[in-house]
């Protein structure tokens, strides 16, 4: 017995000793070396899109709604007629009496250029002062749908949330970026069509993103629905709809538009 002590305790202190070094030894779980390509993500490739000789010029996937010469691309919402308002020098001008015109084709998602002029000439004030109106998506006849303002709103008060580049009677604009009358005023708009559920209730809201003469109006505003006159917005189920310009009732001078194109998103 007392010789096997020693033994075991020398067992003893060998395992004691060469435990630690046998896990140490041991391999250790493979993790690769971190590469900068781990999170290189190389398709989908975007599609090429051929940009215009300037920002405000048609890219090459655009639908051209107005280049300078018809209107061949828009219809008299009374009645689905051509549209009826007077093109000549590359421009074209609100016929009052004639009344909104709005495209042909129906979109949903979308980014749409579109140039606006008051006339050096516009008389009138407040809302009676250069009133037209971009609705985003008509959603019917008259002035039915989600109206961005357009409006002569250099040095002409009204109320804010009715003056050019609001969502009317709905969102202030951030800034006020009006050109005095006679010069050409840009809108771009980045457009997020709401969606419904099959009972027609809202499943999300649109969405909208404006630019007047490059400086940021509206911010991914979330719109409550569509313009009311009276009342609160309220929202209707519509699937892809037109884009209608108005012909506002005030008597001021008729504004004129020119340039406008479309890129349909997803
Ligand atoms: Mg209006």
């Not at 490739?45 to 051209?64: C, E, L, R, Y």
């Amino acid at each position: 017995m007392t010789t096997h002590l020693p033994v075991c305790a020398a067992c003893l202190l060998a395992t004691l000793l060469v435990a630690p070094l046998a896990a140490q030894q041991a391999p250790a779980p493979t993790s690769p070396k971190p590469s900068p390509k781990d999170t290189e993500v190389w398709e989908p490739a975007p599609v090429v899109v051929t940009p215009g000789a300037s920002s405000d010029a048609a890219p090459s996937d655009a639908i051209v709604l107005f280049g300078g010469t018809h209107l061949d691309e828009w219809v008299n919402v009374k009645g689905g007629g051509p549209a009826g308002w007077r093109v000549a020098d590359g421009v074209f001008t609100v016929d009052k009496p004639v009344g909104n015109i709005q495209t042909k084709r129906s979109f949903t998602n979308y980014q749409l250029h579109l140039e606006w002029r008051v006339p050096a000439t516009i008389t009138g004030k407040d809302q009676g002062r250069g009133n037209s109106g971009l609705f985003l998506a008509s959603t019917g006849g008259g002035d039915a749908g989600y109206e961005l303002q357009i409006l002569d709103s250099y040095n002409n008060r009204t109320y804010a949330n009715g003056q050019a580049g609001s969502l009317y009677k709905q969102a202030i604009p951030l800034a006020n970026a009006m050109r005095k009358p006679g010069e050409w005023n840009v809108y771009d708009v980045i457009w997020t069509a709401p969606t419904f559920n099959s009972d027609g209730s809202v499943r999300t809201r649109a969405r909208v993103t404006v630019l007047h003469n490059g400086v940021l109006i509206q911010n991914n505003y979330e719109l409550t629905g569509e313009t009311r006159y009276i009342g609160a917005p309220t929202y209707k189920a519509h699937g892809a709809t037109p884009i209608k310009l108005q012909a506002h009732g005030d008597p001021s001078e008729p504004l004129s538009f020119r340039n406008i194109w479309l890129r349909e998103l997803k």
